[in-house]
């Protein structure tokens, strides 16, 4: 009965991880708001290593359509301008000597459909590996010797459930975020 416990929690603990994974992808996303995750994935050359953004600098949004970013140290200014140019993100970094204004263009039509597609992709492979940890936990569960029929049914029925929720989750969290995207 352990080995079957250990299993489906293995499995439960696999899908929620698929889900934290969704969500951080979709931050990433930019829906026309600006936010300081936009900037997430910018790496800085700091002193020769390459340094997230957030690790440097102050990233803020003083409203809907402007991201600033207030390095720590004034010298870093043209490096994150740089790295933000880099980041092939679209956006078009203004510098004033003390920080770097960011202006967050409201995105067309076209392109909000563009995020929208890439969002239900990146909901599709959260899918996937929740599809992968069910046939996993499955054929675990099949392996176990010392294991009645009956239980092992129960088991898979358990890994089922939590396939189920899990994809009713993604499916929530997707639509959620197509709405934000969508949202003019």
Do not use: C
């Amino acid at each position: 009965m352990k080995e079957i416990n250990f299993i489906i929690d293995s499995a439960k603990e696999g899908m929620d991880n698929a889900l934290v994974h969704l969500e951080k992808q979709l931050r990433i996303i930019r829906a026309g708001k600006a936010s300081p995750a936009m900037l997430s994935s910018v790496m800085v050359d700091y002193y020769g290593s390459a340094t997230p953004l957030s690790q440097v600098a102050n990233v803020n949004t003083p409203d809907a359509r402007t991201i600033t970013v207030q390095p720590w140290e004034k010298n870093l200014i043209q490096e994150i301008e740089k790295a933000i140019m880099l980041a092939n993100l679209g956006f078009n970094p203004m510098n004033n000597g003390e920080s770097i204004i960011i202006n967050v263009p409201a995105p067309t039509e076209e392109r909000r459909r563009e995020l929208a597609k890439q969002a239900k992709g990146e909901a599709e492979d959260a899918k996937v590996v929740v599809r992968n940890n069910r046939k996993e936990a499955n054929n675990e569960i099949k392996k176990l010797d010392d294991v009645s029929d009956d239980m092992k049914k129960d088991a898979e029925a358990s890994v089922q459930v939590l396939t189920d929720d899990a994809v009713k989750k993604i499916d929530e969290i997707y639509a959620l975020k197509e709405k934000d995207i969508m949202t003019v």
